[in-house]
């Protein structure tokens, strides 16, 4: 009960602060950086989105996949497939500061809008760990669907949607969503042939899910826990991004080799050729460039495709280490407002 009370009492402060005074309350402006999981170096790759190049490599990082970047960007939470555990990297040191031990086979990390909390997908154990930030210690483990990969939490810190991929079998997946003031699933949506990635719009209402094997996008309404569209894209959709006005949304098509961006008021689907087995995907925070990782062996891979959204065009390239899966990009300010440190 004590957990529960101090839980509550840290939303409404994040809630305060992000909805009150806000974050425009003078933050400090600070770079921004993109971190990018290199499972078969063992390491992260660090890249300068203002000069688009790669200015640290962390290595020792235990097969990375999926990370998280804490909101203020003094942290990065790296989900090491291979050793059941998340490293946790100080940003200013570009060093591992520590690791947490979590379930079997973690891959998807996230984390609170006001940092106290990182989420993490367990694929072995079929449950989601919740780390509290401020101990670095895993407080609950919530049962979840079968085989859980990418999650998201909404932008007030309320709920988190978790992809369920069902194992890659015939049947639909679905998406678990989590009360994060009780750690349980209070719905399950159902969604496309295994679900993968999924990415929430800015204003909370609407969430996107990748379906690998039936080739499309649901579109989840968060208000009623419905899916309202199911978009065809390309083959193999992986990861995904939503701009910051929520009007469309980048899909690695790891098949094909593109990334389909999805016109949402208009239902109309593009495709940007480049880059070779595209999978994670991440916008900085005004919207006018996307970061998408090559993945392949071949081609032009161990990349990073960099995507002008004013033209939709690859318009760098930043080789990065071997076989990058996960990306993600501080969000461009440091404040202290959220929480006490």
């Known amino acids: 009960m004590k957990y529960k009370r101090s839980l509550l009492f840290a939303r409404l402060a994040c809630l305060g602060v992000l909805l009150g005074t806000g974050l425009l309350a003078v933050p400090a402006r ?30 020792g990082v235990w097969y990375p996949w999926g990370l998280a970047v804490a909101p203020d960007g003094s942290r ?7 050793n059941n555990t998340v490293a946790v990297i100080d940003t200013a040191t570009h060093k591992i500061a520590g690791r947490i031990a979590v379930g079997l086979n973690p891959v ?17 154990d079929n449950t989601v760990s919740v780390i509290d930030t401020r101990s670095n210690a895993v407080v609950a483990t919530i049962p979840v669907g079968t085989s859980p990969s990418w999650l998201a939490v909404t932008p007030d810190g309320s709920r988190v949607y978790v992809a369920d991929s069902e194992d890659g079998s015939a049947s639909p997946g679905s998406v678990s969503v989590i009360d994060t003031a009780t750690n349980r699933v209070t719905a399950t949506i159902p969604a496309g042939i295994h679900p993968y990635a999924v990415a929430i719009s800015r204003d909370g209402r609407r969430a996107f899910v990748t379906n690998n094997l039936s080739f499309s996008v649901s579109v989840i309404d968060t208000a009623r826990n419905v899916v309202t569209d199911t978009v065809r894209i390309g083959g193999l959709p992986d990861g995904l991004a939503v701009t910051p ?3 469309r949304v980048y899909v690695a098509d790891t098949y094909e080799n593109a990334i389909s961006v999805v016109d949402i008021p208009n239902h109309k689907v593009t495709q940007i050729r480049g880059g070779s087995g595209p999978y994670g995907v991440a916008i900085i925070p005004d919207g006018s460039r996307v970061y998408v990782t090559n993945s392949n062996s071949s081609g032009n891979s161990n990349s990073v495709s960099v995507i002008d959204t004013a033209s939709d065009r690859i318009v760098a390239t930043i080789p990065v280490g071997v076989g990058p899966l996960g990306i993600a990009i501080n969000p461009g300010f440091r404040s202290g407002q959220c929480r006490n440190q």
């Open 76 to 82: 990065v939470y790296v989900a090491e497939t291979t």
């Open 30 to 59: 600070a770079e921004v950086f993109a971190y990018v999981a290199d499972p078969h170096s063992n390491s992260v790759s660090v890249i300068d989105t203002a000069a688009n190049k790669v200015v640290a490599t962390i290595g």
């Open 245 to 247: 006005d929520g009007t």
């Open 108 to 124: 998807g990390v996230a984390t609170s809008p006001c940092g106290d909390f990182a989420y993490v997908t367990n694929v072995f």
